[in-house]
C-alpha cells in the first residue's frame, strides 16, 4: 500500500499596498473620540508671517480660486523657461502669478516669481543648510529622517510607497530542510542595490523680493523617476507641512502636524491617475510637467496658516520646484556649462555688430563725399559747395 504524503506549501507574499491618505476639510486621521479629548492633543501649526511694510514693498502672488493651475509656457537655450499659475487649463487664460528660469545668469536655478502685475514677488533657489544657517540663521527643528514624535504619523501616509518597492524585487522561493511536511518560503532577493536607499534631499530657500525669507523647501531627489517626498518649514525653522507622495501617481498631499489636509496636487492635473512615467512630456516645455492644485478650506481651529490666501502661493511654490528639479536633473544650460562658447558668441555679436557700424560709417563718408566734393563734368567747374548761387 502506498501512503500518499501531501506537503504543506508556505509562501511568504508581500501585502498589496493600500491607499492611505489624509481627510479634507479639517477633520483627522485618528480615531474619533471625544471632541473635547481631540481638541486638547491638537497643535498649534508652524506659523507664517508678513508685516504690513513687506506686503506694502513685495505684492504676493493672487491665489484667489480654490483650484489653479501651474502651466509651463516655453523653454529655450537664451530665454530660459517660464510659466504661469492660472486659473484654468487654458494656457490663454488670465494669469495670477508667473515664474522664470534665467539661462544666461549663474544663478539660473533660481525660480523668480512674479504677481500678476508684473512685479517680482519671491525667489525660490537652491540652497544648503551651511548656507542657510549662514545667511539667515535658520536652522530645522527635526534633523532626522522623520523628525519629531508629532510628525510620527508620516510613516504610516509613507508605508504603501515601501510596500510597493519591495513588491517589485525578485522572489526567490526556498525549501527548509529541517521541516515536516516540508515548508517552502519565499523571500525577496535583499541585494545591496534593492534596499531602500537612504533619501538626499535639496533645500530651497523662498525669499520675498527684499530677500526676507519667508519659508524653506526640503525636497526629496528622485531624478524624476518616481513621486518623492518633500517638507515645507516656516522662516524659524519649525515644520508647517509634510508633502506625502502617492505611491505611482505624481499626486502629493500636502498634511500639518495635526494630520489635516492642506492641498492635493497632481499632474497633469487633478483626477488623471496617470502613472508618473506615463505622464506626457513635451521638449518644446523643457519637459516640465503642468500641474494642478487644489486648496482646502480653512479658518477653522488650530488651521494652517498656508491655507490663508496670502499664502496658498508658499503651496504653489513647492509643487513648482518639485516640478523644476524633475525637469532639469542633471541638466545644465549652455552658456553656464562652456564658459567659452559664451565669450565666443559675445566676441561674434561684438565683431557683427563693429562691422554693421563700419559699414553705415563708410556709406556715410561716400555719402557727404558726393555731396560737397561733387564736380561736373565740364573742365574747370569747381566744387559744388565753392559756387556761388542766386
Known amino acids: 500500500m502506498v501512503t500518499a504524503m501531501v506537503a504543506s506549501l508556505f509562501i511568504v507574499v508581500p501585502v498589496q499596498a493600500m491607499t492611505m491618505t489624509p481627510t479634507s476639510a479639517g477633520s483627522l486621521l485618528a480615531d474619533p473620540e471625544d471632541g473635547a479629548m481631540a481638541t486638547s492633543r491638537l497643535r498649534v501649526p508652524a506659523p507664517f508671517r508678513w508685516t504690513r511694510t513687506e506686503q506694502s514693498q513685495c505684492e504676493a502672488p493672487l491665489m484667489p480660486g480654490t483650484q489653479m493651475y ?3 509656457l516655453g523653454s529655450s537655450m ?11 487649463d487654458d494656457p490663454s487664460a488670465p494669469t495670477t502669478g508667473s515664474w522664470r528660469l534665467n539661462f544666461m545668469s549663474k544663478d539660473w536655478q533660481t525660480i523668480r516669481i512674479s504677481s500678476s502685475s ?4 519671491s525667489t525660490v533657489k537652491p540652497t544648503t543648510i551651511d548656507e542657510l544657517r549662514g545667511t539667515y540663521q535658520w536652522l530645522p527643528e527635526d534633523p532626522g529622517v522623520l523628525g519629531l514624535s508629532s510628525w510620527s504619523f508620516v510613516e504610516d501616509l509613507l508605508a504603501p510607497s515601501v510596500a510597493l518597492h519591495y513588491a517589485n524585487l525578485n522572489y526567490s522561493v526556498a525549501q527548509d530542510p529541517n521541516s515536516f511536511p516540508p515548508t517552502f518560503t519565499g523571500s525577496p532577493s535583499l541585494a545591496a542595490s534593492s534596499a531602500l536607499a537612504p533619501a538626499e534631499w535639496q533645500y530651497w530657500s523662498v525669499a520675498d523680493c527684499k530677500d526676507v525669507l519667508m519659508a524653506v ?4 531627489v528622485t531624478n524624476g523617476t518616481k513621486p518623492g517626498r518633500s517638507m515645507i518649514y516656516n522662516a524659524y525653522g519649525q515644520k508647517a507641512s509634510e508633502v506625502v507622495p502617492d505611491a505611482l501617481m505624481a499626486r502629493y498631499s500636502f498634511v500639518d502636524v495635526n494630520q489635516r489636509l492642506l492641498a492635493t496636487a497632481e499632474a497633469p492635473t487633478l483626477g488623471s491617475n496617470l502613472p508618473l512615467s506615463d505622464v506626457p512630456k513635451r521638449p518644446n516645455l523643457g519637459n516640465i510637467l503642468p500641474y494642478s492644485i487644489s486648496f482646502e478650506q480653512g479658518g477653522y481651529d488650530f488651521s494652517s496658516d498656508l491655507l ?7 503651496l504653489s511654490a513647492a509643487v513648482q520646484a518639485r516640478a523644476l528639479q524633475d525637469a532639469n536633473y542633471g541638466f545644465t544650460p549652455l552658456f553656464i556649462r562652456d564658459n567659452y562658447f559664451l565669450l565666443a558668441v559675445a566676441v561674434a555679436l561684438a565683431l557683427i555688430l563693429a562691422l554693421v557700424m563700419g559699414t553705415i560709417f563708410a556709406g ?20 559744388l559747395f565753392a559756387r556761388d548761387f542766386p
Open 364 to 383: 556715410s563718408l561716400r555719402t557727404a563725399g558726393r555731396i560737397f566734393f561733387h564736380r561736373d563734368k565740364t573742365p574747370g567747374s569747381p566744387p
Open 217 to 220: 523647501f526640503a525636497i526629496e
Open 308 to 314: 490663508k490666501k496670502e499664502f496658498r502661493w508658499i
Open 78 to 88: 537664451v530665454g530660459g523657461q517660464w510659466g504661469a499659475w492660472q486659473l484654468t
Open 118 to 121: 508684473g512685479n517680482l514677488s
Open 70 to 72: 501651474l502651466t509651463p
